[in-house]
């Protein structure tokens, strides 16, 4: 079936780092995105990384991907109480254009 | 200002009612997508289309209907045969809808809730 699978929680103290993972389903997926959703918000795009890179940096947001296992991760450094949202990874699998979401994690940051 | 913009941010439905969500780009792009969003759930694609007066079923889209008349619009109609319609729905669109890669960018969103 296709499952993209995320832990549905995460807490975190401010200052500290967060690691948001990911288990995606098509080993072709060539286009891996993080998403991020305020309450009440649309989606808003925070990175993505193609299939063959395995890290890409963007100021205090990493991304690695493990395309072995399948495994995506977003790293936020220096966590922020405006970090807390719902976060969204998703694949396109290749040859398609249709997105396959994860559940989401809701990232709560602790003052 | 480019973007999307989905009106209204809520909506009251009645048994048996039929309403329209709309959603409006200014960015040019070709294809456009409804999504639905239940709480836990990952978004679920409804509709989407990838030129105008061109639209396909997408994963859950019984009870739904959608047109395509102009580029910058893409209503979705909740229909009465829509018997769990309670749902935050969001609207996307990209560059293109087709090719791989294509980063969508979403709109606000509209919470529809049943009286």
């Known amino acids: 079936g296709e499952d993209v699978e995320q832990s549905l929680f995460l807490s975190v103290r401010e200052g500290d780092s967060s690691v948001i993972n990911c288990t995606y389903t098509?080993?072709?997926?060539?286009?891996l995105y993080w998403y991020k959703q305020e309450p009440g918000a649309g989606l808003q795009l925070l990175t993505y990384?193609?299939?063959?890179?395995d890290m890409k940096q963007d100021q205090r947001l990493t991304v690695l991907l493990n395309k072995k296992d399948k495994h995506l991760s977003l790293r936020i450094a220096d966590t922020q109480t405006g970090d807390s949202a719902i976060y969204f990874c998703?694949?396109?699998?290749?040859?398609?254009?249709?997105?396959?979401f994860g559940t989401g994690t809701r990232l709560k940051v602790l003052a | 200002d480019g973007g999307i913009t989905q009106s209204p941010k809520y909506l009251f439905r009645k048994e048996g009612q039929n309403v329209t969500l709309s959603c409006e780009q200014n960015?040019?792009?070709?294809?456009m997508y409804w999504y639905r969003q239940d709480p836990g759930q990952g978004l679920r694609l409804i509709y989407y289309s990838q030129i105008v007066n061109d639209f396909q079923k997408g994963d859950i889209a019984e009870g739904y209907s959608v047109s395509r008349e102009k580029k910058e619009s893409f209503p979705l109609t909740v229909t009465s045969a829509q018997k769990n319609p309670t749902a935050f729905y969001l609207c996307?669109?990209?560059?293109?809808?087709w090719g791989e890669g294509e980063t969508q960018y979403f709109g606000p969103g509209t919470r529809l809730l049943v009286l």
């Open positions: 098509d080993s072709s997926s060539t286009y």
């Open positions: 998703a694949e396109i699998p290749s040859g398609t254009y249709k997105y396959i």
């Open positions: 996307a669109s990209s560059i293109r809808g």
């Open positions: 990384i193609f299939s063959n890179m």
């Open positions: 960015l040019n792009h070709d294809a």
